[in-house]
């Protein structure tokens, strides 16, 4: 009788599979409130990998980190009205506390661009001020209707950048540069998601922004995952806050302004990326394990050996764990190893010891092959280059071989069965656009005829991609 598989493969029920694989990886577990969840630390050190690299990308590109209350007056939300009414249906609001009813209700933080807002107006008084550039790390609560563990919880945690600046050009500049050297190199060569660079449509912008950038996943059953976003926000915002700085004289200007995002969703678009039907295939650049090295038996020559081993694949650089808890059988722990989709494995037994080898075991480009002891620490950094430029190749392939081009909707919604189709924009138009989503097909972004980011909407030759999304 055939063994029944660890995880619902993937053809057989893709949804299944994701689930089975948080589980069975330990990720996350459902929290006790319906669409919260509590992140295991196996799926945090992922989420901890992704903050320390975003967090220096950010840094460089000037910004500096600041906290805010999670708790917003309900008001502050009521200045910008199409801000609030693009969350309305998402807030948790606060009506007692201590005991009592609130004289003001407060609402739970869906994003902070008001609040923040709100500091601005006191910080910035001058051009000197200018540009203001701040980032914070913290949770959001927007309630969800159809949870799903990391894509979509009432509870989440991101970063988001909010800022300031004294022109139109600038502010759209740094939106641009968010969203292209800070997001994009980070998907495309830390998490090796060959992401789509784009914008999007009104329809799908940001509540109160006037022109939303996105980076937009193909996932492994050929679904959209928006990835993150930046927004120009123009002077919306700072109308509503009265954020001013002084120019020449007693003259006044509004402020010109930015917010941008990423969130725990990116654990989600790694795991619907890069898995297989054997479990997660975790990127080198992003693990927080990069190799395990595994003692196969309880042998006192063998438990001193892959201690030794680990310590010099550590002196090179390589972020390693030696598990030499033999009291577990050694099948048991490689089948986790494998789920938790760590890249390498470097398996040890007597045997081995004999011949100085170990068994080296690689978990995205598969197969498995002798190698001398000695070797390991110098051969292993080129063995995970290999491997992070495998995923990203894989990722593009996938995309590029499952994108088709489309003139009709009818021809949209056949090619969003099974993976993207690609539509002029000045044939589908917003019209289009509206009976596409009817049929659970969205527009994910407009991208130029040559690939690249369109400064506008209608610019000539723009191209929309269509999709099912998550």
């Given amino acids: 009788m055939a063994k029944a598989p660890v995880l619902t493969p993937q053809a057989e029920d893709f949804p299944r599979w994701y689930q089975d694989l948080i589980n069975k990886a330990e990720l996350a577990d459902n929290g006790p409130v319906r669409g919260t969840m509590v992140i295991r630390p196996y799926g945090y050190g992922l989420w901890e990998r992704m903050q320390q690299e975003m967090d220096a990308r950010i840094k460089k590109a000037g910004a500096q980190n600041a906290y805010f209350p999670m708790f917003i007056p309900q008001s502050y939300?009521?200045?910008?009205?199409?801000?609030?009414?693009?969350?309305?249906?998402?807030l948790a609001v606060v009506t007692h506390g201590g005991g009592k009813q609130l004289e003001e209700p407060v609402?739970?933080?869906?994003t902070s661009e008001t609040i923040i807002n709100e500091y601005f107006s006191k910080w910035v008084q001058s051009h000197r001020d200018l540009p203001l550039l701040i980032n914070q790390w913290a949770n959001v609560v927007r309630w969800e209707l159809r949870p799903r563990v990391f894509?979509?919880?009432?509870?989440?945690?991101?970063?988001?950048?909010?800022?300031?600046?004294?022109t139109y050009e600038d502010a759209r500049a740094y939106a641009s540069m968010i969203h292209t050297q800070v997001y994009g190199d980070f998907m495309t060569n830390v998490l090796?998601?060959?992401v789509v660079l784009g914008r999007k449509t009104a329809k799908e912008r940001f509540a109160g922004a006037i022109n939303t950038l996105t980076l937009e996943g193909m996932m492994g059953d050929g679904k959209a995952l928006?990835?993150?976003?930046?927004?120009?926000?123009?002077?919306?915002?700072?109308?509503?806050?009265?954020?001013?700085?002084?120019?020449?004289?007693?003259?006044?200007?509004?402020?010109?302004?930015?917010?941008?995002?990423?969130?725990?969703?990116?654990?989600?678009?790694?795991?619907?990326?890069?898995?297989?039907d054997n479990g997660l295939r975790v990127p080198p650049r992003l693990a927080a394990v990069q190799a395990v090295v595994l003692a196969i038996k309880g042998d006192d020559a063998v438990l001193a050996k892959v201690r030794e081993i680990g310590a010099r694949l550590e002196a090179a650089g390589v972020r390693v764990v030696v598990d030499d808890r033999t009291d577990t059988p050694f099948g048991r722990r490689a089948v986790d190893w494998e789920l938790k989709g760590v890249p390498v494995r470097i398996e040890v037994g007597p045997r081995d010891l004999e011949n100085g080898t170990a068994m080296l075991v690689r978990r995205i480009?598969?197969?498995?092959?002798?190698?001398?002891?000695?070797?390991?620490?110098?051969?292993?950094p080129g063995v995970l280059e290999e491997d992070q430029a495998l995923l990203l190749r894989q990722s593009r392939e996938r995309r590029e071989s499952r994108t088709v081009d489309v003139k009709t909707l009818d021809e949209a919604v056949e090619a969003a069965a099974t993976g993207w189709g690609r539509m002029s924009w000045a044939e589908l138009g917003p019209e289009g656009e509206a009976k596409l989503a009817e049929q659970g097909v969205s527009v994910r972004c407009i991208v130029a005829a040559d690939g690249s980011v369109p400064q506008t909407d209608d610019q000539e030759g723009n191209i929309a991609i269509v999709a099912r999304a998550y």
């Fill in 151 to 166: 894509l979509r919880t009432t509870e989440f945690l991101w970063q988001e950048g909010h800022t300031a600046h004294a």
């Fill in 77 to 90: 939300l009521t200045k910008e009205a199409e801000h609030v009414e693009g969350f309305a249906p998402e």
């Fill in 107 to 110: 609402v739970v933080r869906p």
């Fill in 226 to 276: 928006q990835m993150g976003t930046s927004h120009e926000l123009g002077q919306n915002f700072a109308k509503a806050f009265n954020t001013t700085y002084q120019l020449q004289g007693a003259e006044r200007e509004y402020v010109w302004q930015t917010s941008w995002g990423v969130s725990t969703r990116m654990v989600g678009g790694l795991i619907m990326s890069h898995g297989d």
């Fill in 365 to 380: 480009a598969g197969g498995k092959e002798p190698v001398s002891i000695d070797a390991l620490a110098e051969l292993l």
């Fill in 192 to 194: 090796g998601i060959d």
